[in-house]
Protein backbone atom coordinates (compact mmCIF):
# COMPACT_ATOMS: atom_id res chain seq x y z
CA UNK A 1 0.00 0.00 0.00
CA UNK A 2 1.49 3.83 -0.97
CA UNK A 3 0.96 5.83 1.94
CA UNK A 4 -0.93 9.14 1.13
CA UNK A 5 0.68 12.50 0.49
CA UNK A 6 -1.75 15.24 2.16
CA UNK A 7 -1.33 18.04 -1.07
CA UNK A 8 -3.21 20.47 1.86
CA UNK A 9 -0.63 20.20 4.85
CA UNK A 10 -3.38 20.29 7.30
CA UNK A 11 -2.74 17.15 9.08
CA UNK A 12 0.69 18.53 11.41
CA UNK A 13 -1.70 22.15 12.51
CA UNK A 14 -2.24 22.50 15.86
CA UNK A 15 -5.73 23.15 16.24
CA UNK A 16 -7.76 24.10 19.45
CA UNK A 17 -10.97 23.51 18.90
CA UNK A 18 -12.23 19.96 19.47
CA UNK A 19 -14.59 19.61 16.43
CA UNK A 20 -11.12 20.60 14.13
CA UNK A 21 -9.01 18.09 15.84
CA UNK A 22 -11.18 15.21 15.24
CA UNK A 23 -11.99 16.22 11.78
CA UNK A 24 -7.79 15.91 11.46
CA UNK A 25 -7.76 12.64 13.50
CA UNK A 26 -10.21 11.03 10.97
CA UNK A 27 -8.53 12.26 8.01
CA UNK A 28 -4.75 11.25 9.65
CA UNK A 29 -6.56 7.34 9.70
CA UNK A 30 -7.54 7.69 5.86
CA UNK A 31 -4.18 9.04 4.88
CA UNK A 32 -2.79 6.07 6.80
CA UNK A 33 -4.72 2.97 6.38
CA UNK A 34 -7.27 3.99 3.16
CA UNK A 35 -6.60 2.42 -0.43
CA UNK A 36 -7.66 3.48 -3.36
CA UNK A 37 -9.39 0.95 -5.52
CA UNK A 38 -10.39 0.63 -9.21
CA UNK A 39 -13.79 2.94 -10.23
CA UNK A 40 -13.06 5.53 -7.47
CA UNK A 41 -13.33 3.08 -4.41
CA UNK A 42 -11.60 4.47 -0.91
CA UNK A 43 -11.21 1.25 0.99
CA UNK A 44 -11.18 1.77 5.05
CA UNK A 45 -12.50 -1.42 6.06
CA UNK A 46 -9.68 -1.84 8.52
CA UNK A 47 -11.36 0.92 10.68
CA UNK A 48 -14.57 2.16 9.58
CA UNK A 49 -16.94 -0.52 7.63
CA UNK A 50 -15.35 -4.50 8.48
CA UNK A 51 -12.86 -3.82 11.14
CA UNK A 52 -14.67 -1.33 13.43
CA UNK A 53 -12.85 0.91 15.59
CA UNK A 54 -14.72 1.04 18.39
CA UNK A 55 -13.34 4.31 20.22
CA UNK A 56 -13.21 6.09 16.92
CA UNK A 57 -16.78 5.12 16.06
CA UNK A 58 -18.03 6.30 19.37
CA UNK A 59 -15.91 10.11 18.80
CA UNK A 60 -17.93 10.22 15.23
CA UNK A 61 -21.07 9.36 16.87
CA UNK A 62 -20.25 12.12 19.65
CA UNK A 63 -19.24 14.52 16.86
CA UNK A 64 -22.27 14.41 14.34
CA UNK A 65 -24.15 14.80 18.55
CA UNK A 66 -22.83 17.58 18.66
CA UNK A 67 -23.64 19.34 14.98
CA UNK A 68 -27.08 18.39 15.37
CA UNK A 69 -27.93 19.22 19.12
CA UNK A 70 -30.14 22.18 18.27
CA UNK A 71 -32.32 20.14 15.25
CA UNK A 72 -35.02 18.37 17.90
CA UNK A 73 -34.06 15.02 16.06
CA UNK A 74 -35.95 12.44 17.06
CA UNK A 75 -35.16 9.31 14.90
CA UNK A 76 -31.55 8.69 13.14
CA UNK A 77 -32.33 6.44 10.20
CA UNK A 78 -29.50 4.59 7.89
CA UNK A 79 -29.40 2.08 5.28
CA UNK A 80 -28.10 -1.71 6.25
CA UNK A 81 -25.15 -2.32 6.34
CA UNK A 82 -22.36 -0.74 6.76
CA UNK A 83 -24.21 2.54 8.17
CA UNK A 84 -24.92 1.01 11.14
CA UNK A 85 -22.12 1.34 13.18
CA UNK A 86 -21.96 5.26 12.90
CA UNK A 87 -25.43 5.69 13.17
CA UNK A 88 -25.78 3.88 15.74
CA UNK A 89 -22.61 5.83 17.87
CA UNK A 90 -24.50 8.79 16.83
CA UNK A 91 -28.16 7.77 18.08
CA UNK A 92 -26.37 6.67 21.29
CA UNK A 93 -25.00 9.76 21.75
CA UNK A 94 -28.44 11.85 21.22
CA UNK A 95 -30.10 9.14 23.34
CA UNK A 96 -32.27 8.16 20.44
CA UNK A 97 -33.71 5.09 18.58
CA UNK A 98 -31.80 4.27 15.33
CA UNK A 99 -33.81 2.78 12.49
CA UNK A 100 -32.31 1.01 9.48
CA UNK A 101 -33.48 0.79 6.06
CA UNK A 102 -33.41 -2.82 5.27
CA UNK A 103 -32.28 -4.14 1.24
CA UNK A 104 -34.33 -6.60 0.99
CA UNK A 105 -38.09 -7.05 1.86
CA UNK A 106 -38.08 -9.77 4.91
CA UNK A 107 -41.35 -12.03 6.42
CA UNK A 108 -40.90 -9.68 9.58
CA UNK A 109 -41.76 -6.55 7.27
CA UNK A 110 -45.15 -6.06 7.57
CA UNK A 111 -48.60 -3.95 6.88
CA UNK A 112 -47.43 -0.44 5.76
CA UNK A 113 -44.01 -0.47 4.26
CA UNK A 114 -42.26 2.73 3.16
CA UNK A 115 -40.32 2.00 0.10
CA UNK A 116 -37.97 3.93 -2.20
CA UNK A 117 -35.01 2.47 -4.88
CA UNK A 118 -31.02 3.27 -4.37
CA UNK A 119 -28.36 2.76 -7.19
CA UNK A 120 -25.45 1.51 -6.13
CA UNK A 121 -22.53 3.45 -7.66
CA UNK A 122 -20.23 0.44 -5.74
CA UNK A 123 -22.25 -2.32 -7.10
CA UNK A 124 -23.37 -0.88 -10.16
CA UNK A 125 -27.10 -2.16 -9.56
CA UNK A 126 -30.52 -0.84 -8.21
CA UNK A 127 -32.24 -1.96 -5.76
CA UNK A 128 -35.11 -1.35 -3.56
CA UNK A 129 -34.84 -0.21 0.52
CA UNK A 130 -38.13 -0.58 2.99
CA UNK A 131 -38.46 0.63 6.00
CA UNK A 132 -42.02 -0.16 8.60
CA UNK A 133 -43.93 3.15 8.87
CA UNK A 134 -44.24 1.98 12.39
CA UNK A 135 -41.04 3.00 12.96
CA UNK A 136 -40.85 6.69 11.13
CA UNK A 137 -44.13 8.72 11.41
CA UNK A 138 -45.35 12.38 10.70
CA UNK A 139 -44.42 13.60 14.72
CA UNK A 140 -41.01 12.60 13.72
CA UNK A 141 -37.49 14.92 13.02
CA UNK A 142 -35.36 12.10 11.43
CA UNK A 143 -31.09 12.56 10.89
CA UNK A 144 -29.95 10.33 8.45
CA UNK A 145 -26.40 9.15 8.96
CA UNK A 146 -24.13 6.96 6.52
CA UNK A 147 -20.64 6.12 6.65
CA UNK A 148 -19.87 7.42 2.69
CA UNK A 149 -21.58 9.92 0.22
CA UNK A 150 -20.40 9.78 -3.31
CA UNK A 151 -23.33 10.70 -5.85
CA UNK A 152 -25.92 10.93 -3.07
CA UNK A 153 -28.28 7.78 -4.51
CA UNK A 154 -28.17 6.54 -1.54
CA UNK A 155 -29.03 9.80 0.43
CA UNK A 156 -31.99 10.12 -1.69
CA UNK A 157 -33.79 7.05 -1.19
CA UNK A 158 -33.56 7.60 2.09
CA UNK A 159 -34.49 11.22 2.03
CA UNK A 160 -37.81 9.89 -0.24
CA UNK A 161 -38.21 7.52 2.57
CA UNK A 162 -38.39 10.25 5.25
CA UNK A 163 -40.82 12.01 2.83
CA UNK A 164 -42.99 9.68 2.86
CA UNK A 165 -43.41 9.19 6.32
CA UNK A 166 -44.22 12.64 6.26
CA UNK A 167 -41.78 13.15 8.81
CA UNK A 168 -39.01 16.12 9.00
CA UNK A 169 -35.61 16.31 8.11
CA UNK A 170 -33.21 17.57 10.32
CA UNK A 171 -30.30 16.72 7.66
CA UNK A 172 -27.67 14.38 6.87
CA UNK A 173 -24.47 13.44 9.17
CA UNK A 174 -21.69 11.56 6.93
CA UNK A 175 -17.97 9.97 7.82
CA UNK A 176 -16.65 10.65 4.36
CA UNK A 177 -17.55 12.62 1.77
CA UNK A 178 -16.18 11.83 -1.80
CA UNK A 179 -16.78 15.85 -2.85
CA UNK A 180 -15.23 15.44 -6.20
CA UNK A 181 -17.91 13.37 -7.26
CA UNK A 182 -20.33 16.20 -6.24
CA UNK A 183 -23.57 14.16 -4.69
CA UNK A 184 -23.13 16.10 -1.46
CA UNK A 185 -22.96 19.13 -3.09
CA UNK A 186 -25.78 18.88 -5.45
CA UNK A 187 -27.89 17.93 -2.31
CA UNK A 188 -26.70 21.28 -0.14
CA UNK A 189 -27.56 23.06 -3.26
CA UNK A 190 -31.38 21.78 -2.69
CA UNK A 191 -31.26 23.54 0.60
CA UNK A 192 -30.49 20.06 2.72
CA UNK A 193 -27.85 19.82 5.81
CA UNK A 194 -24.92 18.05 4.58
CA UNK A 195 -22.32 18.03 7.39
CA UNK A 196 -19.30 15.67 6.39
CA UNK A 197 -16.76 14.35 8.54
CA UNK A 198 -14.26 14.21 6.55
CA UNK A 199 -14.60 15.69 2.64
CA UNK A 200 -11.96 14.01 -0.03
CA UNK A 201 -12.28 16.41 -2.58
CA UNK A 202 -9.37 15.04 -5.18
CA UNK A 203 -8.39 11.23 -4.76
CA UNK A 204 -5.53 9.58 -6.52
CA UNK A 205 -3.89 5.97 -6.06
CA UNK A 206 -1.45 7.93 -4.44
CA UNK A 207 -2.53 11.24 -2.89
CA UNK A 208 -5.60 12.93 -1.14
CA UNK A 209 -6.97 16.11 -1.17
CA UNK A 210 -9.08 17.34 1.89
CA UNK A 211 -11.38 20.38 1.69
CA UNK A 212 -10.61 22.46 4.41
CA UNK A 213 -13.70 22.62 6.98
Do not use: W
Given at each position: MTP?????????????????????TLEQRILAEGRVLPGEVLKVGSFLNQQIDTRLIKEMGEEIARLFACNNVTKVLTIESSGIAIAYAAAEAMGLPVVFAKKHSTSNLSGNVLTSK????????????????DYITSDDTVLIVDDFLAKGNALIGLIEIVG????????????IEKGFQ???DSLRAKGIRVESLAIIDKMT????EFRPQ
Amino acid sequence: MTPFCNNYNIINVDYVLGEVIFIRTLEQRILAEGRVLPGEVLKVGSFLNQQIDTRLIKEMGEEIARLFACNNVTKVLTIESSGIAIAYAAAEAMGLPVVFAKKHSTSNLSGNVLTSKVFSYTHQQTYDIFVSADYITSDDTVLIVDDFLAKGNALIGLIEIVGKAGAKLAGCAIAIEKGFQGGGDSLRAKGIRVESLAIIDKMTDDSLEFRPQ
